[in-house]
C-alpha cells in the first residue's frame, strides 16, 4: 500500500554579524574554547542583554528575501529548558509574536514546473554552547564551550508541503542561494551556520489528516537530510504495514548505518514554559526603516534567473544553473562583462567549470574571469580551434597561467593559411582514397572522416571551418 509522505524543515541559519545577539563577544569560529564570553553570555546573575542591531537588520533583510510579513511589533521569550551547555537554562527566542510570517520559496521540480513551499515564520534567537567529547574511549568526560552560546540565529519553519526528499533538497538549495546572495550567513554547515532538522509524517492520502510527525536531528549535508527522509518514510511505511504504531519522537540520523535511531519523546511548546523575556523591551519596526532595508537588497537568485533569460537570451536552465551559487553568478558576469558573449561563457562554465567544483573548491578557485573571456575571445578571432582550446583549458588550470601565453609557449594557434591546410589535405586523399569515392558518391559520412584525417594530421591546429569548404572544393567540384 502506498503512502503519501509529508515534510516540513526547520532550519537555523547563523547570522553573520562580528559580535553576538546580546553582547559585544565576538562570533568567530574555530577559537580556542571559552575565549569567546562575558557575564552575559555565560548568564551570570545579574548581566543583562542588549540587542545587536545589526541581527535586526539582517534578519530583516532575510525575511524580505523570502516574501515574507514582517510583524512590525515583536518580542522576545524566553524558552525553558535544562542542558549543560545552555548556561542560563532558558534561551531567548521568538514564540507567539515572531518578526516575520507567511513567506514562501518557489523551488523547481523535476518536469520542470515550479512549486511554492509556504514559510509559516522565521524568527530570531540566541544559540546554545557546545558539549565537546572526550576522544580517549578510556576517559567519558564532556566539556563545555561556550564560545557559540548567544550567537545569532533565526530559525527558517517551512509549512509541512514538501512531499519528497528531493523536494526537501531542492528547498535546501534555494533558501542557502537566497541567504548567501544577501550575504546575511555563509551558511557553512561545517561550521554550525546552517542546520536542519526535519520533520517526517505519512498518510494514505490528501484527504486525510496529517500522520504522526517525527523529527530528524543531527543531519550535517543536504545529502544527509535527503538520505534521512528517504530512511523515513520507508521506516514509518514498514510500520503501518505491520500495524506497528508510529509514536511522536525526535529521532537522530546515523550517516554510518544509514539509519534513525530514537532519542527522546518530541516536545510540545507547552514544555518549554515559554514567556515573555523580562529584560528585553518589544521591538518595533519602523515603516521607515523597513523601507530602507527593502531598498538596499541585491539582486536575488529569481530575479537573476529572469534577466539572463530576457538580457542575455539564455535557456531557463542555463539560468537556473548559473543562479544557484551566488559565487557561480558573479563570476559569469564578471567573464560576458569582459567581452565574452553570454551563451558561450554559460556553456563552459557549465559543462567544463562546474564539474570540478564542489563543496570544498569553488569556480573562483580555478582561474579567474578574465582567463575564461581571454580564451573565449581566442575562439571567437579564430588564433585556436574549439579543440584546441579544451586542452589550452587543462593547461590553464595545471600552470595558472592565462590563454595567450600558454598557446604562444605550446605554439598552439591555429593554421589558417590555405597552402598549409592544402598540403594536409592532399596527403589526406592520396591515403584515403576510398573515403574520397564515397563522397563523391553522396556519403557525407566520409566527409566528416577526411576532416578529422586532417585535423589529426594538423595536431588539432587547422581551422576546421577552411578544412570543411577546402575538402569540398577539391573533392566534389
Not at 92 to 109: A, E, K, V, Y
Amino acid at each position: 500500500m502506498a503512502y503519501l509522505p509529508t515534510i516540513g524543515l526547520e532550519v537555523h541559519v547563523q547570522l553573520n554579524t562580528k559580535t553576538k545577539i546580546f553582547c559585544s563577544c565576538e562570533t568567530s569560529f574555530g577559537d580556542p574554547p571559552n575565549t569567546h564570553t562575558c557575564p552575559v553570555c555565560l548568564g551570570l546573575p545579574g548581566a543583562l542583554p542588549v540587542l545587536n542591531k545589526s541581527v535586526v537588520e539582517k534578519a530583516a533583510m532575510a525575511a524580505f528575501g523570502i516574501s515574507a510579513e514582517i510583524v512590525q511589533k515583536n518580542r522576545f521569550d524566553r524558552k525553558n529548558y535544562f542542558y549543560p551547555d545552555l548556561p542560563k537554562a532558558y534561551q531567548i527566542s521568538q514564540m507567539d509574536l515572531p518578526f516575520c510570517r507567511n513567506g514562501h520559496i518557489d523551488i523547481t521540480l523535476a518536469d520542470g514546473k515550479t512549486k511554492r513551499i509556504g514559510i509559516t515564520r522565521i524568527h530570531m534567537e540566541e544559540d546554545a554552547g557546545k558539549l565537546v567529547h572526550s576522544d580517549n574511549p578510556g576517559i567519558k568526560e564532556s566539556y563545555i564551550d561556550l564560545n557559540r552560546a548567544g550567537t545569532p540565529l533565526i530559525e527558517v519553519v517551512s509549512e509541512p508541503e514538501m512531499e519528497s526528499s528531493e523536494e526537501a533538497y531542492q528547498y535546501l538549495h534555494k533558501l542557502k542561494s537566497i541567504m548567501r546572495y544577501l550575504e546575511v550567513s555563509d551558511c557553512d554547515m561545517e561550521k554550525g551556520s546552517l542546520r536542519v532538522d526535519a520533520n517526517v509524517s505519512i498518510r494514505k492520502s490528501t484527504s486525510d489528516p496529517l500522520g504522526t510527525k517525527v523529527e530528524i536531528k543531527n543531519l550535517n549535508s543536504f545529502k544527509a537530510v535527503k538520505a534521512a527522509i528517504e530512511y523515513e518514510i520507508e521506516r514509518q511505511t514498514d510500520a503501518k504495514e505491520t500495524g506497528e504504531s508510529i509514536i511522536q519522537e525526535t529521532r537522530l540520523w546515523d550517516p554510518d548505518a544509514l539509519r534513525t535511531s530514537s532519542m527522546r519523546s518530541k516536545e510540545e511548546a507547552h514544555d518549554y514554559r515559554y514567556f515573555p523575556d523580562p529584560d528585553l523591551v518589544s521591538l518595533v519596526y519602523t515603516t521607515d526603516e523597513l523601507e530602507r532595508i527593502r531598498k538596499n537588497l541585491p539582486e536575488l537568485p529569481d530575479q537573476r534567473i529572469r534577466r539572463y533569460t530576457q538580457e542575455f537570451a539564455l535557456p531557463q536552465y542555463d539560468a537556473e544553473v548559473l543562479t544557484a551559487e551566488k559565487e557561480t553568478s558573479d563570476y559569469f558576469e564578471e567573464t560576458v562583462d569582459m567581452g565574452a558573449p553570454p551563451k558561450k561563457a554559460s556553456n563552459w562554465i557549465m559543462t567544463e567549470m562546474l564539474a570540478l567544483t564542489g563543496e570544498e573548491k569553488s569556480i573562483g578557485d580555478l582561474f579567474p574571469p578574465s582567463h575564461l573571456a581571454e580564451l573565449i575571445g581566442t575562439i571567437e578571432s579564430g588564433i585556436i580551434s574549439g579543440k584546441i582550446a579544451k586542452n589550452v583549458f587543462s593547461l590553464m588550470l595545471e600552470q595558472k597561467k592565462n590563454p595567450s601565453r600558454i598557446i604562444e609557449e605550446n605554439k598552439l594557434v591555429q593554421i589558417t593559411d590555405n597552402s598549409a591546410i592544402e598540403n594536409f589535405i592532399d596527403e589526406v586523399i592520396a591515403e584515403n582514397p576510398e573515403s574520397v569515392e564515397d563522397l563523391k558518391s553522396g556519403k557525407e559520412k566520409a566527409l566528416g572522416f577526411l576532416v578529422g584525417a586532417v585535423m589529426k594530421k594538423s595536431q588539432g591546429k587547422a581551422n576546421p571551418k577552411m578544412v570543411n569548404e577546402i575538402l569540398r572544393k577539391k573533392i566534389l567540384s
